[in-house]
């Protein structure tokens, strides 16, 4: 038994892992081993304070996590400070959100310890994989925008870039989803209460922020303070030594900002108030694709904006080519990337810098600015553009709006120039935009303030130059491009799925597709091959039945794992129609329960995902759901052809759990409405067949398949555009569809809420009286067609391996680090030194 353990740990014997989740490449090796046995020892012991006897799993989770941390700490400062010494260009990535997820899993995978990790933790008795379990996700994220930068800054390590993250340090992250009763309920996420072993506090790189106050003589005054204080957190590449960082902003009181207080001798009084200026970064606010202008929200945009611009400048400061050519050198070094327009205050955060505290004019001041920012577009929903009132915005940041008027008057002059005498053009492109309470449109601002603008798929790309920002397109077309997004193939693969990166690694050995999945076009030779096709076959399985466990163990559901296992998780919203795949459901379960001697293929349709608190039609939808998840599931006659699951609290580690179980992922958004989807690439990467509308990177993701290779269905963006134009009306779908008039007859009438007959009348109404926004009746038939096609494939399983096969080996083009070369390359004028 020892000797064989010796054997294990020198890698002389392949043998699979000693559990599932972990893939044969982290083969453990002795010395390490020992090394980590010791220093989760040591952590255990000093650290966390503990004995074997008294320590809980938290505990353990956190002197392993501690241990693996150490291994990063050298390789860490040697990037920085190699950074320092050689003084290449640096990308700075901006953003409100980072939905990180679990760290300990990531960080074991990319320094390739997770064998002698295991390893060292199995000699002591303890299960790596059941202490992961308790690292809280760092959920700093709504959905897909926060996912992405996620995802951006682990291929930015992987690719050598040298990059630094900067976000707010939210106390409270995304809100824990429960259902009661079928209702969502919000519970705050506390995702700190146990400390962070991940994160370091560095005090000595506080930023003083200022808001409010007003200008007197050119000058901001009487302004309140707020102090931010950054915790930095190591990203590391996979396998390449490379380690930047993520550096994330907690709001804190300084001793003056409650001087008056003081002085008035209100001691108690004064403490209590610094809640009121570290509130900035208590919380996540919990919208995706919707604004919401809150004041808050606007503090803490600013917060994360001048603390990172301010720490930014303070390093360029320190480098030597600053001391040759000083601001001149600022864009050759520097590249901030804007995600979304949330950070868009760096525009005239940096004018304000460069004018007022650096003494410059306004025209070096611009050339700066706009040479160094850049903006990412994430979507053409009105409802989810910027749009801040003029007073809020004055009464926060009056200096800014100076300086925002300012622009917007160079702005409108060159308009003039460019288009004499066109004056609805020019009003239409103003910034600031007039009647009912002036608005000022951060699109706008970015796109003027920068000098690159990019979609995140190449429809969305295109879209944007033909709609929302078509006179921005017209005047500044070079500044638009495209940068279809991706996922990283490290954790959405390598970790999520050991049973399928073992398959690859059999088939395609060496490393090299890890960090370039083109490799994985290689497989297709393998499409016919009845031994692959059987072991993808199995390794699906391996996976189907991992979460049969947890869905039995969680909500007490017996699911049939040979049924199809057909999945729509993401943010729940109307324009990602999850009401299109319920008339689905209904039309199914309609048509068992009318036809009881009927054989059908048998299917798992599995939910996940979060509403916006206030977002009262997706909270229904979420109801809905739900009731016909209970009718289903306790109708023997119908749950032996139908099961509906919907997952709690869905997340990114949850995400990493169930995405590769799935054969069918639903992607069913109105043409035009998804920017780009990244839930559809993970998928698409872990062997599930894709339903889909040409939305999003969907319409990539079928190029580079075929289009044999994924069902597509519905209107595309020409079309929906046209009906739309034509005048769309619902009713005539309704009238003329017996099937689909049957379901939302049921809707209206009670039938899925007998409790309460009325409950789901907002429903019919937002579909038969409120013109159906998203035209979920218009693309019904095609959907339920479609859907009948995939019953049939999913029957001849020979046809489903071969087509998901080539799903994965046509994945190459999505992978984040092919899309972080291209801003690099096309946007940053940076290098990626692997
Ligand atoms: C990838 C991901 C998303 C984005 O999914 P879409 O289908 O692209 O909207 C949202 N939430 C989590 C947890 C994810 O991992």
Redesign the pocket.
């Known amino acids: 038994m020892a000797e064989n353990k010796v054997q294990q740990a020198r890698g002389m014997v392949r043998r699979p892992s000693l559990r599932k989740g972990i893939s044969l490449r982290g083969m453990p090796e002795l010395e390490n081993v020992e090394e980590v046995k010791a220093s989760f020892n040591r952590h255990l012991h000093f650290t966390v304070g503990k004995d074997r006897n008294v320590a809980t799993n938290i505990d353990f989770m956190q002197a392993i996590s501690m241990a693996v941390r150490d291994q990063l700490i050298g390789k860490w400062m040697r990037t920085q400070q190699n950074y320092h010494e050689t003084d290449p260009k640096r990308v700075y990535y901006l953003s409100l959100e980072w939905?990180m997820?679990r760290t300990l899993g990531n960080a074991m995978l990319n320094l390739g310890i997770q064998g002698s990790t295991e390893e060292a933790l199995n000699q002591l008795g303890l299960a790596i994989d059941e202490l992961e379990e308790y690292e809280e996700d760092a959920g700093l994220g709504n959905?897909?925008l926060g996912?992405l930068a996620a995802c951006f800054i682990d291929s930015m390590s992987t690719v050598g870039l040298p990059a630094h993250g900067y976000g707010i340090r939210y106390e409270y992250g995304i809100f824990k989803q429960e259902f009661v009763d079928g209702w969502q309920r919000e519970l705050p996420d506390n995702w700190l209460r146990y400390g962070n072993p991940w994160e370091i506090q560095r005090p000595e790189s506080t930023q003083n922020i200022r808001m409010y106050g007003h200008v007197s003589n050119g000058k901001w005054v009487d302004t309140k303070q707020v102090l931010a204080v950054p915790y930095d957190t190591p990203v590391p590449g996979y396998k390449n030594d490379v380690v930047n960082t993520l550096r994330l902003w907690s709001a804190s009181a300084p001793v003056e900002f409650q001087l008056d207080s003081f002085n008035r001798g209100d001691y108690m009084g004064a403490v209590i108030e610094n809640n009121v200026a570290e509130d900035i970064s208590r919380v996540l606010y919990p919208n995706d694709n919707f604004f919401e202008g809150k004041e808050l929200r606007l503090k803490q945009q600013y917060f994360l904006v001048a603390a990172s611009l301010a720490d930014i400048i303070r390093r360029h400061k320190t480098e030597p080519s600053w001391k040759e050519r000083g601001w001149a050198c600022f864009p050759d070094k520097a590249a901030i990337q804007l995600n979304d327009t949330h950070p868009s205050l760096a525009v005239p955060e940096l004018m304000r810098i460069l004018i007022d505290e650096e003494g410059k004019d306004w025209d070096e001041s611009w050339k700066i600015t706009t040479s160094t920012l850049s903006y990412t577009n994430h979507t053409v929903l009105p409802e989810a553009l910027e749009r801040w009132p003029v007073s809020l915005f004055e009464k926060l940041l009056p200096r800014h709006l100076q300086l925002v008027y300012e622009i917007n008057h160079r702005h409108m002059e060159a308009v003039k120039a460019k288009y004499p005498g066109d004056n609805d053009r020019l009003s239409r492109m103003s910034i600031i935009e007039e009647g009912g309470g002036k608005r000022i449109h951060m699109g706008y601002l970015a796109i003027v303030g920068t000098h690159a603008v990019n979609g995140v798929a190449a429809l969305h790309s295109e879209l944007i130059k033909k709609t929302i920002f078509k006179d921005f397109y017209e005047m500044y077309p070079e500044r638009f491009q495209n940068k279809t997004n991706g996922?990283t193939p490290r954790r959405w693969l390598i970790k999520a799925n050991p049973a399928l990166t073992n398959l690859i690694d059999e088939k395609l050995p060496g490393e090299k597709w890890a960090t370039d999945l083109y490799e994985l076009a290689k497989l297709k030779k393998f499409a016919d091959d009845k031994d692959f096709m059987r072991s993808i076959q199995n390794a699906k399985r391996e996976n189907k039945l991992s979460v049969c466990r947890l869905v039995a163990e969680e909500y007490g559901i017996e699911l049939d794992v040979d049924s199809m296992f057909d999945c729509h998780?993401?943010?729940i919203h109307e324009y990602?129609r999850q009401l299109l795949n319920v008339l689905h459901m209904i039309t199914r379960y309609n048509e068992i329960k009318a036809n009881p001697d009927k054989e059908f293929t048998p299917r798992t349709v599995m939910f996940g995902?979060k509403c916006a608190p206030g977002y009262e039609m997706a909270k229904r939808i979420i109801k809905l759901i739900n009731n016909v998840a209970d009718k289903c599931n306790n109708d023997p006659a119908v749950s032996k052809y139908l099961k509906v699951v919907y997952f709690e609290n869905?997340?990114?580690s949850?995400?990493e759990k169930i995405i590769p179980a799935v054969d069918l992922s639903e992607?069913i958004s109105t043409a035009g409405t998804?920017a780009?989807?990244?839930?559809?690439m993970?998928f698409m990467l872990n062997g599930s067949l894709t339903i889909g509308t040409m939305d999003g990177a969907n319409v990539e993701m079928a190029e580079e398949m075929g289009l044999e290779n994924i069902f597509i269905f519905g209107m595309d963006v020409d079309e929906v555009h046209a009906l739309g134009a034509k005048g769309y009306n619902p009713h005539e779908f309704y009238d003329n569809n017996a099937t689909l008039r049957e379901c939302l007859d049921q809707i209206r009438d009670g039938f899925w809420s007998p409790e309460d007959p009325s409950m789901f009348s907002m429903i019919w109404d937002t579909l038969m009286t409120r013109g159906d926004q998203y035209m979920l009746l218009a693309d019904y038939q095609s959907y339920i067609d479609k859907q009948r096609e995939v019953d049939e494939v999913y029957r001849d399983q020979k046809k489903w391996l071969k087509m998901a096969i080539h799903n994965i080996a046509s994945i190459g083009k999505f992978n984040s680090d092919r899309t972080i070369r291209e801003y690099a390359e096309e946007i940053w004028g940076a290098q990626c030194r692997n």
């Open positions: 939905y997820g959905g897909g996912r996922i998780v993401k943010r990602k995902g869905y997340r990114v949850l995400a992607q998804e780009s989807g990244t839930g559809n993970k």
